[in-house]
């Protein structure tokens, strides 16, 4: 059965990085883009962006250009985000999520992580 | 960006009712339109995509229609597990949008 497990929570000081990991499995990693979604606490959804794991391209939310890195290791079947330059407003549960295209051409993001708390404070 | 909403923002229902939430897009995305549902602590889940897709394993009491701008999820039955928060989501173009969320909780 499909699964994506992400990594643990992170404590995180203002100024830092933070790499979150998203381990798939259960279908083939490279057939299907990665998102990341985030929801900071009583929030809803923000998309962040998608990679593709078998050219390695991204697509990236504006508003998360220039600070936002995804990346994927198809040895391992991960996904990575990394956010630079955190601030206090970046707390949030972070989730991977597996994209489907279906022959129609629609698209949804059809398993999801577990979700990655992300906690910036000083 | 498409900026999608919802209404109500929340709702108070009995295990029985049926519930209707509706999610509009400020411009026409024809059937690219996906739900999810979403517990407390739990990640989304998703239900309906391209409009009025059933995901394999929901329940057929979920059912979703529309296209252009005014979508709905329709709940035939409410059950004591399906108190949640549902969102609505674009993917007629990027970013895909999510609207701001419909919690239906217990009256």
């Known amino acids: 059965q499909v699964q994506l497990v992400q990594s643990g929570a992170e404590v995180k000081k203002p100024g830092a990085s933070v790499k979150v990991s998203c381990k798939a499995s259960?279908?083939?990693?490279?057939?299907?883009?990665m998102h990341w979604v985030r929801q900071a606490p009583g929030q809803g959804l923000e998309w962040m962006g998608w990679?593709?794991?078998?050219?390695?391209?991204?697509n990236y939310a504006q508003k998360f250009q220039g600070w936002v890195t995804m990346t994927r290791d198809t040895s391992i079947s991960t996904a990575y985000m990394e956010l630079s330059r955190l601030r206090s407003d970046d707390t949030a549960v972070y989730y991977c999520?597996?994209?489907?295209?279906?022959?129609?051409?629609?698209?949804?993001?059809?398993?999801w992580g577990q979700g990655t708390l992300v906690t910036v404070s000083s | 960006d498409i900026q999608m909403t919802q209404s109500p923002s929340s709702l108070s229902a009995s295990v029985g009712d049926r519930v209707t939430i509706t999610c509009r897009a400020s411009?026409?995305?024809?059937?690219?339109l996906n739900w999810y549902q979403q517990k407390p602590g739990k990640a989304p889940k998703l239900l309906i995509y391209?409009?009025?897709s059933l995901q394999s394993g929901v329940p057929s009491r979920f059912s979703g229609s529309g296209s252009g701008t005014d979508f709905t999820l329709t709940i035939s039955s409410l059950q004591p597990e399906d108190f949640a928060t549902y969102y609505c989501?674009?993917?007629?173009?990027?970013?895909?949008?999510f609207g701001p969320g419909t919690k239906v909780d217990i009256k």
């Open positions: 391209a409009a009025s």
């Open positions: 411009q026409s995305i024809s059937s690219y």
């Open positions: 990679i593709n794991p078998n050219s390695g391209g991204t």
């Open positions: 259960g279908y083939t990693f490279t057939g299907y883009y």
């Open positions: 989501q674009q993917s007629y173009s990027t970013p895909p949008t």
């Open positions: 999520a597996r994209g489907e295209n279906d022959s129609s051409g629609y698209y949804y993001l059809d398993y």
